[in-house]
């Protein structure tokens, strides 16, 4: 599906050839987001605020009720009720053209424009000027029925366009439970389920362990029944809105002891399950609004989606970050490397750095298949967290995703770089640099 004429090729990653000698052009390879060539999932207005016609029934009631207030601000409940006021009847152009008018002044420059934050402003225009995410619904027009304006704003502020199970034996039920545990979020609340996502709920570890702060900055929490998740889309913000539905097995519990069919926790904190909920609608708006949950299932090792060059493992942490990704593979044939001493040490520093800076690490490990727990507590085909580092030892904490889920492995572990390098690895770096000859 084309909007106003755009390809439906959203973005195209720049991804350099991975090299691993520092003679040969450098160690490490780094993915970025920026593309010239992007095509925005969402189409935005443009230009100068104008004066609102307050002859417009849509206009008029959202002034009137105070929904727009008088110093020009819109808050999430007063876009939702300018929505719902409008999928009252079915759509006409009047009516139309009052929203294009709203969203032309949240998007606009100048005194007539409308303050809002960036999450209402997204969601407003999702439903008025469209996202491709919408292809199952159709974007708003004219012609719309009140139906179709009703599944709209409901995807887009009610979040009940929950993602598809597939065959899983399981339906959603609203679950209790706060958004944060008391002392905030940590790696531990992630435990991977029935879902081979490890690549996605290991940059949130990692994200949660060496910077709490991001995470909680993802959520605004509705107070409705619904919470706002942010990601990140070629360095820009892209908000969603998901319920507190989640995936309960009809029957059997996971290992720690949880009813969820997807990542649970043991301390009653909600996030780490709605981020991963959130991040397939998020990916909805690369998938002509396909938001299956095994759409976000490969583990970080296949491409992503068509015409897409990036897989999903990159796409998952540079989701959650503003940043770029630098890959260090660490083998055998790195070993044998005149250069290993160095690169050993390169890597080693561009870990400290990044976490200590607050920014992702990860690392995937690639020997046998997957699942099968190949040496140590290392898992196959699998990814993990990079939650500490000892550059005096050069051992490398790692956090499992399975965390109470796993069995007969302790899931945070330390490892030295020898012993991974024997093994076959690869390290994600947000904000990592290429090491030079």
Known sequence: MDIDGKLTQLLNYQTAATTSLPDAGGYGATTAQANDAYVAAQNTATGASAPLDTSNPIIADAINNNWITSSNTLDFNGAFNILQDAASSDMT?????GLQAIAQNLNGTGSNAITTSTYVKQMFDNVVLGNTANYMIGNLSATSTAAQTTALVSKWFQGTDNPSLGSADATYQTVSGSLFASGGPSASDINQGALRDSAFLASLSSLAATNPSAI????????????GVRFYLNGKEQWVTVDKQLAVMNSGTQNNGSNLLYDSSTNGSLWGQLAEKAFAEFTS??????????NIASDGNSYFASGLNTTLG????LSLQDSSTTHYNL???????????AMKTWLGNQITAALSSGN???????SGSTGEIFSSNLVSNHSFAVVGYNATTQKVTLDNPWN???????TQFSMTLDELA??????????GAVMTA
Do not use: P
Not at 422 to 431: L, T, Y
């Open 93 to 97: 152009a009047t009516k139309l053209a």
């Open 216 to 227: 909680q900055s993802m959520f605004q929490d509705n107070g409705n029944g619904t919470v």
């Open 331 to 341: 083998t055998s044939d790195i070993s044998a490397n005149a250069h290993y001493s």
């Open 360 to 366: 992702t690490v990860t690392m995937q490990s690639t």
């Open 404 to 410: 109470a889920n796993g069995v007969n492995i302790t």
């Open 422 to 431: 024997a093994e076959g690895v690869r390290f994600n770096v947000n904000g």
């Open 285 to 294: 708006e690369l998938n002509y609004g396909n938001n299956a949950m095994y």
């Open 314 to 317: 990159d796409f998952s942490q």
